[in-house]
């Protein structure tokens, strides 16, 4: 078993091959964190890992005893004003007005494979020997509260998940104020903090700054995860690469608003935390009433941050995302958004669908404008009937003379919102959130529906339901292209408000979870570009997204390669588009951007019918390549190589499980004039493998490819090397294969 319990010392080892995890009730009867790290070999004490000290002003637990300070001990679920004056784990107010609590050890369990948690996404097990589980109930005598530490060790992945489940089993109302998923307390401070950072059109860039004393977080209080931050941290020893050295990889599995923060204290102490953000969220407990945290992931790598995004990749890969498409390669479409916005008709839609068919795509999606009304952003949002002027056979109709071409079929649609110029809004204003006696914001001319109402939730899935029994869809395109504001429901009374952010999230898991569970032939993709929702959550329901508005490929560069720190390339929504394009009006070669948008779901973004015989061509043998090798690409092992947010380069490649074949991307941005030598070291590769590789005029074992480099100088000998007259924005992929 890889969860030992030890009872004469008191002591929890949670281990497999990479990692271990090791606590300790502790006198006081809380829980205490020894480590957490690499492997340790398995013995029946690790008491000297528990440190203690008489320091100076610090707050004692036994009188006498100047040495067992909460303060100064590294605590598992550490609450308030009990003697540890840094953050909490959790915040429950009492009719008193007190906020103390002091949960003890009362028992523990521990069993194979791994429960579901209610209402919420969470990474799973197909078969019960695949991880193991631990609960550690600790209970609050005073106030008869119950609360259930739970923690999931995967026998072959170095993580570990967490999560918090509090129950009221007292009379008292409480209210519960902050709850992390996970507290860790670390023994020093010695890391460097990895944020994924951004805003619209530029999400998730790679940012790395020294921890330092006081509180560092990134949260989001904008009722989705956000473009601004993503819910992830990493930590790296100063000394870690992407290829060696120790990294701590923790995320959140949800939607919505959450908080993930690093505490260092002024003894060099880290106290890491990641949970919902408490500032939005205020949950009344009543008697026998429960709350279920989400869950928290932890990975740990003594390999470098490729193997900590690695094992992030596998498991949303094979146990988070679901369903028929979690193991298919996803089919290469074209959307007609920025081939026509609103401005189309049936016989467009048909005509781009021909052309799209003649290249080689093989799922045509109609984007927005498709329904009554809709010609601008302004109207008609949750009027979600056909536009029979432009659609006269309507959905269904459109659906099956795609069908008849030999295409796939996929729809856009923003269940979430609605416009103020809409038959809905006219129906049921109230059903929009919306503080009373306060003036609406809109944003992008949109209103958000209360989907903490499950009167809404059950309107908007017949409202579904009827789209999609009727009509022959494969893909939906779930988009949701604003932040939520004036954050009331008039559904709940006034001491449950501060329940509405979450009730919202969870809402949106109810109607996803129906809809995968009616249609499990359909392919969801989760777009949330306008307003940002990329994140483990989504993923549990939709298995890829929409990876950015902005689809120019040099900016993809780092959008996907940020991207790529913690979600797998095959979550990865990304097209080729046309030229300028319409974010930054910039030009680049259709190669270049076929080349990056390869490494993702892949599909097309623009009006086929536009473009010349020549462009034509070269779609089709794009689209015949990644036919070939999406399954390699979407499912192989991915490794970051040259950064572009350290220089002109960039560099990634993706190797077969077999490692018999691997794909190198590889980028340069701008034109460089009498230029260095450059190689690029590649990694994954078997070294006692002679590789053939398609874009080089060389063989070489994959011992001098990794250590010696591939070489990708400008102007070098050879048809296939890059040549400095091809300008800015060149790009080259190279293909492996084992002689």
């Not at 390999?303 to 290469?332: C, T, Y």
Request: some cysteine; overall charge negative.
């Amino acid at each position: 078993m890889p969860i030992v319990f030890h009872p004469t010392t008191n002591t929890f080892h949670l281990m497999n091959d990479t990692m271990s995890y090791i606590l300790k009730i502790l006198p006081d009867g809380s829980i205490g964190q020894l480590y957490c790290g690499r492997a340790l070999r398995d013995k029946e004490s690790f008491d000297e890992l528990f440190e203690t000290a008489a320091r100076p002003m610090a707050v004692c637990a036994f009188e006498g005893d100047k040495t067992f300070s909460l303060e100064h001990i590294r605590n598992e679920f550490p609450g308030a004003f009990f003697g540890d004056m840094r953050m909490p784990a959790i915040d429950l107010k009492q009719e008193n007005g007190s906020r103390v609590v002091r949960f003890r050890y009362k028992s523990h369990t521990i069993f194979s494979g791994k429960p579901k948690l209610e209402g919420l996404p969470a990474t799973y097990v197909e078969h019960d020997d695949e991880a193991n589980t631990l609960h550690i109930h600790v209970y609050d005598e005073l106030l008869h509260v119950w609360a259930t530490l739970q923690y999931t060790l995967y026998e072959k992945r170095p993580v570990l998940c967490r999560s918090v489940k509090v129950e009221n089993a007292g009379s008292d109302t409480l209210v519960l104020d902050g709850l992390a998923s996970l507290n860790l307390d670390l023994p020093d401070a010695g890391y460097d903090l990895i944020e994924l950072t951004g805003a619209w059109a530029r999400e998730r860039s790679i940012k790395v700054q020294p921890l330092h004393e006081g509180i560092q977080s990134i949260y989001s209080l904008r009722g989705h995860s956000s473009h601004n931050f993503n819910p992830f941290l990493g930590l790296k020893r100063k000394e870690t690469t992407e290829t060696q050295g120790e990294a701590l990889g923790f995320t959140l599995v949800y939607s919505g608003n959450f908080l993930a923060q690093v505490d260092v204290d002024t003894y060099n102490t880290a106290r890491v935390q990641i949970g919902l953000h408490p500032f939005t969220f205020s949950w009344p407990l009543r008697r026998n009433e429960s709350f279920q945290s989400p869950e928290a992931i932890l990975v740990y790598s003594s390999q470098g941050m490729n193997v900590m995004s690695q094992a992030f990749h596998s498991l949303f890969r094979e146990r988070l995302a679901r369903g028929m498409w979690r193991d298919k390669p996803r089919p290469i479409l074209l959307n007609n958004w920025e081939g026509t916005y609103f401005d189309f008709h049936e016989k467009t839609i048909l005509e781009m669908a021909k052309a799209a068919k003649d290249l080689g795509v093989e799922l045509f999606v109609l984007d927005d404008g498709w329904f009554e009304g809709r010609n601008t952003e302004h109207t008609s949002l949750g009027d979600w009937r056909p536009d029979m002027d432009k659609l006269p056979k309507g959905i269904s109709g459109l659906a099956d003379q795609i069908n008849a071409l030999g295409l796939r079929f996929g729809l856009w649609i923003e269940p979430e919102m609605i416009n103020y110029h809409s038959k809905m809004y006219e129906q049921m204003p109230d059903w929009v959130l919306h503080t009373p006696n306060r003036p609406l914001s809109h944003g992008r001319h949109q209103f958000v529906l209360d989907f903490s109402n499950p009167d809404v939730v059950d309107f908007v899935f017949e409202m579904m339901k009827d789209i999609l029994d009727h009509a022959n869809i494969d893909y939906i395109k779930w988009d949701m292209n604003r932040s939520l504001s004036e954050v009331y429901s008039s559904h709940y009374p006034h001491d449950e408000q501060g329940t509405i952010y979450h009730r919202f999230i969870l809402g949106v898991y109810d109607l996803y979870e129906r809809l995968t569970s009616r249609y499990p032939n359909i392919l969801f993709e989760s777009c949330a570009s306008g307003g940002a929702r990329f994140d483990p959550g989504m993923l549990y329901y939709a298995p890829q997204a929409w990876t950015s508005d902005d689809t120019d490929a040099i900016e993809r560069l780092k959008i996907q390669y940020g991207t790529s720190m913690l979600y797998p390339i095959s979550s990865m929504g990304s097209h080729v588009s046309a030229i300028p394009n319409h974010q930054l009006n910039r030009s680049t070669p259709l190669s270049t951007r076929a080349n990056v948008a390869y490494f993702g779901t892949f599909g097309y973004e623009l009006d086929p019918r536009k473009m010349d015989e020549a462009e034509k061509e070269q779609i089709r043998k794009q689209i015949g390549f990644m036919k070939q090798y999406r399954s390699l690409i979407q499912f192989g092992t991915f490794y970051r190589l040259l950064s572009p947010f350290d220089g002109n380069e960039t560099a990634w490649m993706v190797v077969s499980n077999d490692q018999k074949t691997a794909i190198v991307g590889y980028y340069r941005t701008l034109q460089e004039v009498n230029e260095r030598y450059r190689r690029v070291r590649l990694q994954g590769l078997d070294p006692n493998t002679l590789y053939q590789i398609e874009g080089c005029d060389y063989d070489a074992y994959g011992d001098e490819l990794m250590y010696a480099g591939l070489i990708t100088t400008d102007a070098s000998a050879g048809e296939h090397n890059l040549k400095a007259g091809e300008g800015d924005y060149l790009s080259r992929l190279y293909i492996l294969r084992a002689r």
